[in-house]
C-alpha cells in the first residue's frame, strides 16, 4: 500500500544505446500506465533513439534533462516534480553515473518502486572487461535485468553467470534478436551441501556461504556450520561474544569489506584476539545479538581450532 505523500519512482539503467528510452517510450505509451496523474520523466542520459511526446497516452508527461550528477539534489529534483505536478517519477540514468549519486538526492518521500537494468548482450562483455565496477554498480540493486540483442542460438550462460555473481535474486529476461521472450530458470546449486550433519565451506566458497546466509538466514537455522575466519574482538563487544568472518571483494579491490557472523561461547571467546585465524564449528540460531541491528545469524560455537590463514586471504566470487 503506498504511504501517504510517497512519489513512486521507476528506475532504468545500462549503457549507452541499451535499449531504456524504446522500453519507457513503450510503457508511457500504454494507457494502464497512465492513469490520469502527472509524470515527470528525468532523461539523464541522451542517445540516439528519443521520446515520441506525441504518442504518449497522456498529456501529462513532463520530460526533464539532467547533464551531470552533481546537478542532481533534493531540492532540483523535487522542484522539477512540482513543476510537472507530477505523482510518478520516471529516471532513465546515466550507465556511466553511480547509482549512490541517484540515491543521494532523491528527496525523501520518493522511493524507488523497481530498478530495471538494460543490457546490449553484444557489447557487455566488453563492458565487464574493462569498466567491471560501473556494470557491478548498475546491477547490485536491480530487480530485473533485461538482456536484449541476443542471438537466437546464443549461449546464455556467461550473461547468467555475470548477473548471478553479483545478485542471486534478479529476475534475468533475454530479448532475442528474433523477437523471443526467454525467462532465465538457470538453477545455481550451492558449492557446499546445505543438508550435510555438518556444513562445511571451503575456503574458496565462503563469500558465496556469506552472501547466501545475509539473503537467507532463516534456511541455515539449526545447522551446523565448519568455516575458516578471521576473528574480530573488541571492547563493545559481549565478553562471550567475537565475530567469525572474511575480508570479501565484492566487485574490485575498491569495495573490500570484512564481513562476518557473531559467534558466541562462555570460554571460547576469552581464547582468541583480533586478526586470530580459527576454523569455528557450531551451531547457527537466528536471534538477537546487539551486533546486529535485527534478529541474525548467530553461531553458538562448539569448536575453535587454530588455522593458517587461507590462500588467497581476500575472498570474492
Not at 500500500?1 to 517510450?25: D, H, S, W
Not at 531540492?75 to 553511480?98: D, I, K, P
Not at 545478485?167 to 523471443?180: F, M, P, S, V, W
Amino acid at each position: 500500500m503506498q504511504a501517504r505523500n510517497e512519489i513512486p519512482v521507476y528506475l532504468f539503467c545500462g549503457f549507452l544505446e541499451a535499449g531504456k528510452t524504446k522500453y519507457i517510450q513503450s510503457i508511457l505509451e500504454d494507457p494502464r500506465f497512465n492513469k490520469g496523474d502527472g509524470i515527470l520523466v528525468l532523461l539523464c542520459e541522451e542517445g540516439e533513439e528519443e521520446y515520441d511526446h506525441s504518442a504518449f497516452s497522456s498529456p501529462l508527461v513532463t520530460v526533464e534533462t539532467f547533464d551531470s550528477a552533481e546537478n542532481l539534489t533534493p531540492e532540483r529534483l523535487e522542484a522539477r516534480r512540482r513543476r510537472a505536478s507530477a505523482s510518478l517519477v520516471v529516471v532513465e540514468y546515466n550507465g556511466m553515473w553511480q547509482i549512490e549519486d541517484l540515491y543521494y538526492a532523491l528527496p525523501d518521500d520518493w522511493m524507488v518502486y523497481q530498478q530495471l537494468t538494460f543490457i546490449d548482450a553484444s557489447t557487455i562483455m566488453n563492458y565487464n572487461a574493462n569498466m567491471r565496477q560501473l556494470v557491478f554498480d548498475k546491477i547490485k540493486t536491480s530487480d530485473g535485468i533485461v538482456f536484449n540483442r541476443v542471438k537466437p542460438d546464443e549461449d546464455i550462460m556467461p550473461y547468467h553467470k555475470l548477473v548471478r555473481d553479483i545478485d542471486r535474486n534478479a529476475q534475468i529476461i533475454y530479448e532475442k534478436l528474433d523477437g523471443t521472450i526467454e525467462y532465465d530458470e538457470i538453477e545455481d546449486p550451492l558449492p557446499f551441501d546445505i543438508d550435510a550433519p555438518v556444513v562445511e565451506i571451503a575456503d574458496s566458497d565462503f563469500a558465496i556461504w556469506f552472501r547466501d546466509i545475509s539473503e537467507d538466514p532463516e534456511k541455515y537455522s539449526g545447522k551446523t556450520i565448519r568455516y575458516k575466519g578471521l576473528i574480530a574482538k573488541d571492547a563493545d563487544m559481549a565478553r562471550d561474544t567475537f565475530v567469525a568472518g572474511r575480508h570479501i571483494m565484492t566487485c574490485c579491490a575498491d569495495d573490500i569489506a570484512y564481513n562476518g557472523l557473531a559467534c558466541v561461547h562462555a570460554k571460547l571467546a576469552g581464547s582468541v584476539k583480533s586478526y586470530d585465524w580459527r576454523i569455528v564449528t557450531g551451531v547457527i540460531k537466528i536471534e538477537k545479538n546487539r551486533l546486529y541491528k535485527r534478529p541474525g545469524p548467530v553461531i553458538h560455537v562448539e569448536t575453535l581450532e587454530e588455522s593458517e590463514k587461507p590462500d588467497p586471504e581476500v575472498a570474492s566470487f
